[in-house]
């Protein structure tokens, strides 16, 4: 077989796949184990048709797949990899460029560039930030506290209770005393509990993740500024909601950030990995990252994106996001988030309006926080259940105290008709 | 235009880039800020065909290209992202599963367990230690040395001075002191110049960046038991040549590793990126990253990779190892393996009988680091002019204050017709 028959098979793969990924159980029902237990012990001596593989990829693994692709996923943060975002990354392996540096792949670096530029105008952030793609928004949060605590020389790093984990993973790394301020009641960082004593940085987060609620960004903006902290702000989910005017409330005070993360991963339609990470004190950023062995060193007279964060090997990433916003422009990002928000808001409608539920949290962007009225035993069986019938997926959290459902909206093959369904099964069950 | 249309147009593209990558110039030949330059300042406002995206890779990105897939690039480590695992890399973009819990993907964690364990008996390590993915060796070993300091809550780090600059990069970020060992003549840590007074972890390297070689693992390991420090072992490139049984005297020792880096993406046929880090104290490096905030929480009893190390987000990347693991089979990672050792054996030979030039460094593996007889200036300018010449791409080092030219193979398409015109443009210019 040649790689035109090979990839012909694997691109009807995809394409099936795509066209029924909606009729699957959603969250992958087999037990720790399974899959493992049906896979070879050790890789064959001599090599094996590719077509071997995928045949293994429907019987062997399919069964374990949970489909993130599905209209169904409503877990964590919905995201959808789309059509162009998938091929991109069909080139880009095949391209398998590595830019390290800008002469081992200039135009993956320049488009990195290039597509964090207008991402930026498609978001309204100010003008002139430097941009570049990290894995994930765990390393872009390590790279901004990296920069503050090289700036600053200080060793706190201040965030709400309710930001996400990754913020405490990098204080760890970077030994780090992580210091979390109480939310308010609507899952708020409180500016008033402040308390910036030795801050190298606060993390703001723009849609948190258990309530995708908005920390006061001006405030905290306003105590950095006197404290001299850094201001990361986390928008890793909610960050690509701005595309859209109308929900660009949300970016008060984020044009004083001195780092911002949005995750194309998570909504803008981009596949996994795809962190974006903005910052408008780039010089200090690279200042913590910086290093060039000899045999790094070259004759171009130009920045490598490898100063700016902890990975020396770089994948072409920007492609693409680059294929997505070509793809879909401006417009159609907007009526995707638009339809997302939507019915997130059609969802919150339907629960407000029976007494037997209740919404716990301000609905912002496509996230709905709910649960059923009664013990969270009840609620957490509510979950279970569902989640194990296949029909849907999504996941909890915990709010004062209370175990919370979560809807989150996001995947663009969604329907009104996919978000009905799962109601309907909510309600059954 | 549907996907399965734009889908044969990407694969058309893909295989004839393949087919063709050996006639474009190795080292892009543009100019800083020339690509950019050709771009459009802004994302359009409404969606435009894939076909265009495709049209403009060819007309605006491939003269920024530097092509890791030519058979003459001979830079840095050279590598080849395999046909099998370039397809592989569009299931898992089409897939989109982000492994981030077991639930999250079953198929994807199990799957990673796997072919970490194949490809441990592909190399011979020792049975039981486990295996995962992270991006980089970058990571890996920032990983590494996260779970050595909490460990052993100590401050230092040792390697040799001929270590890779990401031991640097991962002991700024967290915040370990650096101590460099001086190398022997033949570029080796010299085990009789270790102090390991609080030494949270000494990085041995197998297959330094600069000439490939060898730390004497066994006495570092001798060391680190007596002063109870991590032994972390860097074989990022030079681990995957342990497929090959004749070259596993370069293993002695490390079956006493703490942890071993190996990137699969360098030497073992997978695209970028794709850094097997093993462990055989998995609940200390475990300890260090654990972190399970409520909406992460499950009723299953298993382990989740993303504990393991930085990033919580996990791409499906065992299935391109997976991929190229079976259509390959042992006896094709061999043979690639055999047969880029056994072109650097003959380049080296021609350099040696050559009384102009001169080998520096004895040659390990698949590297060659040579000179031309006379000044530095010269071999810089032998270097530039070739790269810029595009008929091939080498990169350079300096050992003992001498600048010298680094001859890497690894390129499964790369002939011995290849080796013979990068020596002829060699001796030319």
């Known amino acids: 077989m040649t790689f035109r028959d090979d990839g012909a098979a694997a691109l009807e793969w995809a394409a099936r796949y795509l066209e029924t990924v909606g009729d699957y159980p959603v969250l992958a029902q087999v037990e720790p184990g399974e899959i493992r237990s049906r896979l070879p012990a050790s890789a064959p001596e001599m090599g094996e048709p590719f077509a071997d593989v995928l045949r293994d990829v429907d019987e062997i693994l399919l069964p374990g797949i949970t489909h993130w692709q599905s209209p169904r996923f409503f877990a964590y943060f919905a995201t959808s990899a789309s059509e162009p975002g998938i091929l991109a990354e069909l080139l880009a392996a095949t391209l398998n460029s590595v830019a390290f540096l800008w002469r081992t792949s200039p135009a993956s670096t320049e488009l990195e560039a290039v597509t964090l530029d207008w991402t930026a105008q498609l978001l309204g952030l100010p003008s002139g930030w430097h941009g570049h793609i990290e894995d994930t928004a765990s390393t ?31 204080a760890r790394l970077l030994g780090l005393e992580l210091r979390k301020v109480p939310a308010d009641p609507e899952f708020r960082l409180r500016a008033d509990e402040l308390d910036l004593t030795d801050a190298a940085a606060v993390v703001a987060t723009v849609g948190t993740t258990s309530t995708a609620s908005v920390d006061p960004v001006p405030a905290i903006a306003d105590a950095c500024a006197a404290a001299g902290a850094w201001r990361h702000v986390d928008a890793a989910y909610a960050g690509s909601a701005w595309v859209c005017p109308e929900l660009r409330w949300s970016q008060a005070g984020v044009e004083r950030a001195d780092s911002l993360v949005v995750n194309a991963h998570k909504w803008l339609f981009t596949p996994m990995d795809c962190s974006l990470l903005w910052s408008s004190r780039p010089d200090d950023l690279r200042r913590a990252f910086s290093l060039v062995p000899e045999y790094l060193q070259t004759s171009d007279d130009v920045d490598s994106l490898s100063e700016y964060g902890p990975a020396l090997g770089r994948r072409f990433r920007s492609l693409k996001l680059w294929a997505v916003l070509r793809c879909y422009g401006r417009a159609g990002l907007q009526a995707r988030i638009r339809e997302a928000v939507r019915l997130a808001e059609l969802f919150e409608g339907w629960v407000r309006d029976d007494p037997d539920w209740e919404v716990c949290a301000p609905r912002h962007f496509s996230l709905v926080c709910f649960r059923r009225n009664g013990p969270d035993a009840a609620n957490e069986a509510i979950v279970e259940r569902v989640n194990r019938s296949g029909e849907l997926f999504l996941s909890h959290t915990r709010l004062d105290g209370r175990y919370v459902l979560r809807l989150a909206l996001g995947n663009e093959r969604t329907t009104e008709d996919d978000v009905r369904r799962a109601w309907a099964a909510l309600k059954e069950v």
């Open 140 to 170: 872009s949060t390590l790279a901004a506290l990296a920069a503050a605590r090289e700036v600053t020389g200080r060793n706190v790093v201040v965030c709400s209770e309710h930001a996400h984990s990754s913020v405490d993973k990098a």
